[in-house]
Structures are given as C-alpha cells and as structure tokens.
C-alpha cells in the first residue's frame, strides 16, 4: 500500500502575515482557513492566498519540510515565494 501524500504551502493572511502548513489536500485546506475552521493562527487572519506550495511527497518528509521552512527569515521566506531561493528538502532519516 502506498504512504500518504502532502503538500507543504505558504499563504499570505490579510493582515500580510505569512503561514506555513501542511495538508493532503491544498484546496480543501485553503477553503477551511477562508472558513475559519483552519489553524488557530489563521481563524481572525482570513482570508489568505496561496503563494506557494510544494508537492506531493511523504507526509513525515513534508512536515520535516514545513518545519525547515518555518525556521527561515521572513525575508528568505519571500525570496524562496520569489523563486530566488532553492533549498534541498531535508534528509530522509
């Protein structure tokens, strides 16, 4: 049987924040932050916009991966948006 497949994603919330996440299904996640059904961080900070996302891989690898991204600078996390930053993903263990 295969592993789950994920995505990791970075939306811009209204108020020009940026939030990091992982789902199976980008869309669907996407539709529930907009909901106020998404990450705490999100609920008062809605709606948000896709900016980037990679995928599909491992979902252990792709929260290695969020949690890789979460540990960048705000503005190494705009120029990897920006395509101006290439990061290897993190090493399988």
């Known amino acids: 049987m295969p ?15 940026l939030y990091i996440g992982t789902a199976r299904d980008v869309a ?5 932050h907009d909901a106020g059904k998404g990450a705490k961080y999100t ?13 599909p891989m491992t979902v252990s690898r792709a929260l290695r991966r969020e949690y890789q991204l979460k540990q960048l600078t705000r503005p190494r996390k705009e120029a990897l948006i920006a395509g101006r930053l290439v990061l290897p993903l993190p090493r399988r263990r």
């Open 28 to 32: 669907k996640r996407l539709a529930q």
């Open 3 to 17: 592993s789950p497949r994920a995505h990791v994603y970075i939306v811009r919330c209204r108020d020009g924040t």
């Open 43 to 55: 609920r008062a900070r809605g709606p948000v916009t896709l900016l980037w996302s990679e995928g």
